[in-house]
């Protein structure tokens, strides 16, 4: 059965920290994974996906097959980026997402 | 502007009371599905539609129902709801594929 583990519930770090948010999948086919970010009172919007390998607002995840595994990191945190991260995996080609629980981040200056 | 909607934005009802959230988009996407999340449980999904005259459940699609007559439309109808319904819920449509989902602004659910 197809899986999304997010294991950090709140992650609160410090503004110029580094900060990565911890995904992990279960699937045997091949997987496409995606971050999707939620800022307060708004709604859920695509932040990044693994096949167009690009940083987006200074983030960045590498999917690794190996460990499957596609953490979220970005070298220094902005209070900007204060919100709730969900990892999402794509299973199918209907588009079918299955999502993490998702991880607060609060960045305190 | 390409947009999701979701109306209402907030409903409090009461127990048993029968109610329809609605959901448009004009992307002209296939995929169309609903969500609600709940603090520690992230998002799950309910029902979700390949097409036109297409639907399926979700993880949980218990005490719901959804109908798709139209490309555009998704409404998402409680025949008789419960306080376990209260919840945020989206709406979200997508292209066939592994494309970026789109989701609507969430209606905020509350059954007394």
């Known amino acids: 059965a197809q899986r999304v583990t997010q294991p950090e519930k709140l992650l609160s770090v410090f503004k110029g920290a580094p900060v990565e948010l911890k995904c992990n999948y279960s699937?045997?086919?091949?997987?496409?994974l995606f971050w999707y970010v939620q800022y307060s009172r708004q709604r859920l919007q695509l932040l990044l996906r693994?096949?167009s390998r690009e940083s987006i607002k200074g983030f960045t995840a590498d999917l690794n097959k190996g460990e499957t595994s596609f953490h979220l990191k970005k070298p220094f945190a902005q209070e900007e980026d204060s919100a709730m991260y969900y990892c999402?995996?794509?299973?199918?080609?209907?588009?079918?997402?299955?999502f993490g629980a998702g991880t607060q981040v609060v960045v305190t200056p | 502007e390409a947009q999701v909607t979701q109306n209402p934005r907030y409903l409090i009802t009461v127990t048993g009371k029968k109610l329809t959230v609605t959901c448009s988009q004009n992307?002209?996407?296939?995929?169309m599905s609903w969500y609600r999340q709940d603090p520690g449980l992230g998002l799950r999904q309910i029902y979700y539609?390949?097409?036109?005259?297409?639907?399926d459940k979700g993880d949980v699609p218990e005490g719901y129902k959804v109908s798709r007559k139209e490309k555009r439309n998704f409404p998402l109808i409680l025949e008789s709801p419960s306080p376990n319904q209260t919840s945020l819920y989206f709406c979200?449509?997508?292209?066939?594929?592994?494309?970026?989902?789109?989701f609507g602004p969430g209606t905020r659910l509350t059954v007394t």
């Open positions: 992307m002209n996407h296939e995929y």
């Open positions: 539609s390949m097409n036109v005259e297409v639907t």
């Open positions: 693994h096949i």
């Open positions: 999402a995996l794509g299973t199918d080609s209907w588009g079918k997402l299955q």
């Open positions: 979200a449509s997508r292209r066939t594929g592994n494309s970026e989902q789109y």
């Open positions: 699937y045997s086919g091949s997987p496409e």
